[in-house]
């Protein structure tokens, strides 16, 4: 027998005035009983038994009063919905996502009609009286907002209006301001789930944990590293591309990975070299780093055969094994350093990492300003499926790092905005962790690569 799974509340032509359906709701019994317990006294006087309409009307009202209880009672009323908005926020937002969506299916007409209805003016003779379309079958739609993600289903009925409903992408993500997470069909429906105010998402450095072969970056994104294995950073100067790097070592250092860091701008990251080994910044010194990775690589994949435990389809992580990672910062310049002989050999190199990489647990993380498909051809960049665009970037370099989306980017000026692909095919608007300002990374790199936890906790 199959589950019965709950998705939400349905959307029905009605919810096109939900919210001032929903405000009258908490306004009318405020309103009524401010009046009421204004007026109590006489109310608890009055015999109602007994009392006719002349009674009613020739009865001595004290009218001043009636107009200040009348006054406050609307102003009682109208404070309600403000209240209702103050205290239950999510509440509230749910209501207007939901006249929304119901708006969007009527003004587009997406539904089956069932003739019109004709409205009755006053004066019947007139022949130009007004009529509106009757929906026959509204499409079935559920709404639903669970832990900060909206899920919005939509039935699949093979009918005309099938194409509209099954691209909603971006009228869901402009008209409800948010950003999609995942577009699945299951069941007979279409599920789009959406991510509510990114910017709450956010986190602080102290929450970035990797555990169970992924990287938690926000609080509903995650860095599945062992099933979509690599990541590709872009970003120009001030996008927060280094603290970014920066976190990920941090991160990665506490789940006891092992890093390799080239720097071949001799910046940032160069720096690293003072507290943790494995940090090379030198043409040579790279060139022979990406070398030893690989075969590192490729030797462990032939130890693993034969280790205790191994079965086919298992990974590194099976066996027991710490993961690998080569992070590679300014990638671009790199290249721009090598003649062509030095420069197909580091992309031969690199072309084995992010194709036999996941399974051996070797992981590549490279970094930089614009991912030209000179130095990522040959399939290189499509094997990157964890992308994080920072910063301001161009349409050229957004059609570069995501290829042809159609999603309109837009710019805001945060340190660590930008957007990202995690690997399933949808670009969501995406936030760096949050570094506290002072915030040593030295120091605290310093003290895991020894083994010593630092005393300092950022906030």
């Given at each position: ?87 239950f926020p999510d509440t509230v937002r749910q209501l207007i996502h ?362």
């Amino acid at each position: 027998m199959k589950r019965f799974r709950y998705r939400g509340k349905r959307i029905r032509p009605a919810d096109k005035d939900l919210v001032f359906r929903s405000a009258c709701c908490a306004a009318l019994p405020v309103a009524l009983a401010v009046f009421v317990l204004l007026n109590l006294k006489g109310i608890l006087r009055t015999d109602w038994r007994s009392l006719s309409i002349p009674d009613i009307v020739g009865q001595d009202w004290n009218v001043p009063c009636l107009l200040f209880s009348g006054i406050a009672a609307l102003l009682a009323g109208a404070a309600a919905p403000v209240m209702a908005y103050r205290l239950f926020p999510d509440t509230v937002r749910q209501l207007i996502h939901r006249q929304k969506l119901a708006r969007m299916v009527l003004e587009n007409q997406w539904y089956e009609q069932a003739g019109r209805t004709r409205r009755e003016s006053f004066f019947k003779d007139l022949s130009g009286t007004d009529a509106k379309p009757k929906a026959a079958r509204f499409p079935r739609m559920y709404y639903r907002m669970e832990n900060g993600l909206l899920h919005f289903w939509v039935e699949i009925t093979l009918g005309k209006y099938q194409e509209p409903l099954l691209h909603l992408e971006n009228r869901l993500e402009s008209g409800l301001y948010c950003e999609l997470v995942s577009r699945e069909l299951q069941d007979g429906f279409i599920e789009y789930t959406l991510l509510y105010d990114m910017a709450a998402n956010r986190i602080p450095i102290s929450k970035v944990k990797a555990e169970g072969g992924r990287l938690r970056l926000m609080k509903n994104v995650w860095w599945e590293y062992d099933t979509l294995p690599h990541m590709l950073i872009a970003g120009g100067t001030g996008g927060g591309k280094t603290y970014f790097i920066l976190t990920l070592i941090q991160a990665l250092l506490q789940a006891k990975a092992a890093l390799y860091v080239l720097d071949p701008k001799n910046a940032d990251l160069a720096d690293l070299s003072t507290v943790t080994p494995e940090v090379y910044y030198r043409k040579e010194d790279i060139a022979a780093c990406v070398s030893r990775f690989c075969d590192g690589m490729m030797q462990r994949s032939e130890s693993m055969k034969s280790m205790q435990g191994y079965r086919t389809g298992g990974n590194y992580a099976c066996l027991g094994l710490e993961p690998h990672f080569l992070i590679f910062d300014e990638y671009v310049a790199f290249m721009e350093m090598l003649n062509v002989r030095e420069r197909e050999d580091v992309l031969n190199k690199l072309r084995q990492i992010v194709m036999l990489g996941r399974q051996a647990g070797y992981f590549l993380i490279l970094a930089c300003q614009r991912p030209d498909a000179k130095y990522l051809g040959d399939g290189i960049r499509d094997q990157f499926n964890f992308r994080v665009a920072l910063g301001r970037m161009s349409e050229l370099g957004y059609s570069m790092m995501f290829g042809e989306a159609g999603k309109e980017f837009f710019f805001k000026n945060v340190k660590g905005r930008g957007y990202a692909d995690t690997g399933k095919g949808v670009i969501t608007e995406f936030y760096t962790p949050i570094v506290p300002k002072g915030y040593d990374f030295l120091r605290e790199i310093g003290a895991l690569t020894e083994g010593v936890v630092s005393d300092e906790k950022p906030d």
